[in-house]
C-alpha cells in the first residue's frame, strides 16, 4: 500500500489517503494518517470499500505523509559513507562505529512536503542534501530485540535531510550537535510505502533499490539501500533501548554512500561539486519509493544574539 497525506480540493483541509491506480482515496475528516498506523491493513479496506472522495493523484498537494513526527531520529549507518568521507580528511573510521548504531535527534517542525522549497539556513554558505530513506514506526514499544522490531515499522519513504555544512562543523567542534547545522528542513515522501510493497526486493540487510540524487538535471548520488551496514531491526533496537518509541516517530537511515555534496566534494573538489546555491533544483529518488524534488530559496537574515 501507499499512503499519502495530501490537501483536499473538496474542503482545503488534510487528509489521509490511499494511493490506487493514479487516484487517492481518502479518508474522512479529522482522520490522520498518524492515527492508521497500526491498522493499515484494515484501514485500506475501508479506504478502497467506502472513501470519502477519490481525487486524481495529480489534483492535490501533497505533505509529508506523517506532517509533525512525535520524534525524528537520524542515524549513520551506511559504511560507504562514513569510511570515504573519513578517509578524504586522512581519517579512519571511528572503531565505536562498528558497535554504536549512532544517531541524532531532528526537528520535527521543520519537516517539508516532498515537493515544497527548501530555504537554505540562515547564515549558511555551505548548504548539502543528504539522500537517505525514513522509516515510520507503526507499532510502539520499549527495549525492543532486533529481531523483532523491524516488524514494528508501518512504512518507508524518501528522505532529504538538509544540512548546513559550515553550521554542523562550528558546532561538533564544541561537543554538541548537529544542532542550527541540522534542524532547518528534512522533506518526506511522497507516499509512505508498507513494507509488503518491497518484499520481493529483500537483500542483504535491507532491499536492493536504488537510490540517486541530482541537481538542476545532472546526476550526482547513486547507490542503494542494500548496502546499509545497521539493519532497521538494529537501529530500532538501539533507539528504544530504555526508553520508548511511539507511533509516527521518523527513522531516518543516514546518507547512501555518494548521497551527499560534503562526500562528493571531498573526493573529486569543489569545484566539480559546489554548494547549493538559490534556483537550484535537487531530486532525491529511491526506486519504489517516489521522489521528492525541490528547489533551494535564499536564507533568511542572520539576528545577531548580541
Known amino acids: 500500500m501507499r499512503w499519502a497525506t495530501y490537501i483536499s480540493p473538496t474542503d482545503g483541509a488534510e487528509h489521509a489517503g490511499l494511493?490506487?491506480?493514479?487516484?487517492?482515496?481518502?479518508?474522512?475528516?479529522?482522520?490522520?494518517?498518524?492515527?492508521?498506523?497500526?491498522?493499515?491493513?484494515?484501514?485500506?479496506?475501508?479506504?478502497l470499500a467506502d472513501p470519502w472522495e477519490v481525487v486524481a493523484e495529480s489534483a492535490v498537494t501533497l505533505r509529508a505523509p506523517i506532517p509533525v513526527p512525535p520524534s525524528m531520529r537520524d542515524f549513520y549507518a551506511f559504511e560507504e559513507h562514513v569510511v570515504t568521507a573519513r578517509r578524504a580528511r586522512g581519517l579512519e573510521p571511528e572503531p565505536d562505529w562498528y558497535e554504536l548504531p549512532v544517531f541524532y535527534f531532528s526537528n520535527p517542525?521543520?519537516?517539508?512536503?516532498?515537493?515544497?522549497?527548501?530555504p537554505i539556513s540562515p547564515g549558511s554558505q555551505r548548504f548539502d542534501y543528504e539522500l537517505e530513506i525514513a522509516a515510520v514506526v507503526g507499532r510502539g514499544g520499549s527495549d525492543l530485540r532486533p529481531?523483532?522490531?523491524?516488524?514494528?515499522?508501518?512504512?518507508y519513504m524518501v528522505c532529504g535531510d538538509w544540512s548546513a555544512r559550515d553550521l554542523q562543523r562550528r558546532e561538533m567542534q564544541l561537543g554538541l550537535g548537529p544542532a542550527k547545522g541540522k534542524d532547518g528542513a528534512t522533506s518526506l515522501g511522497p507516499y509512505l510505502v508498507t513494507p509488503d510493497e518491497l518484499a520481493d526486493r529483500r537483500s542483504g540487510r535491507a532491499y536492493d533499490l536504488?537510490?540517486?540524487?541530482?541537481v538542476n538535471g545532472?546526476?550526482?548520488?547513486a547507490?542503494?539501500?542494500?548496502?546499509?551496514?545497521?539493519?532497521?531491526?538494529?537501529?530500532?533496537a538501539y533507539a528504544s533501548r530504555g526508553t520508548r518509541l511511539v507511533p509516527g516517530d521518523v527513522i531516518g537511515s543516514g546518507t547512501v554512500g555518494t548521497g551527499c555534496i560534503l562526500e562528493l566534494s571531498l573526493v573529486h573538489g569543489e569545484e566539480a561539486y559546489r554548494w547549493l546555491r538559490p534556483g537550484d533544483r535537487v531530486r532525491l529518488e529511491v526506486?519504489?519509493?517516489?521522489h521528492i524534488e525541490a528547489e533551494i530559496q535564499p536564507s533568511r537574515p542572520v539576528i545577531p544574539l548580541r
Not at 20 to 33: D, I, K, N, Q, T
Not at 109 to 118: K, N, T
Not at 210 to 214: D, K, L, N, P, Q
Not at 218 to 221: E, F, L, N, T, V
Open 287 to 290: 526506486e519504489r519509493l517516489g
Open 109 to 118: 517542525a521543520a519537516v517539508l512536503g516532498p515537493y515544497d522549497p527548501v
Open 19 to 47: 494511493l490506487r491506480s493514479g487516484s487517492l482515496h481518502g479518508m474522512p475528516p479529522g482522520v490522520a494518517l498518524i492515527d492508521l498506523l497500526g491498522e493499515l491493513a484494515s484501514a485500506g479496506r475501508r479506504a
Open 147 to 155: 529481531d523483532e522490531a523491524e516488524s514494528h515499522i508501518a512504512g
Open 218 to 221: 545532472k546526476p550526482y548520488s
Open 210 to 214: 536504488r537510490m540517486t540524487a541530482s
Open 223 to 236: 547507490g542503494t539501500f542494500a548496502d546499509i551496514y545497521w539493519t532497521y531491526g538494529e537501529m530500532l
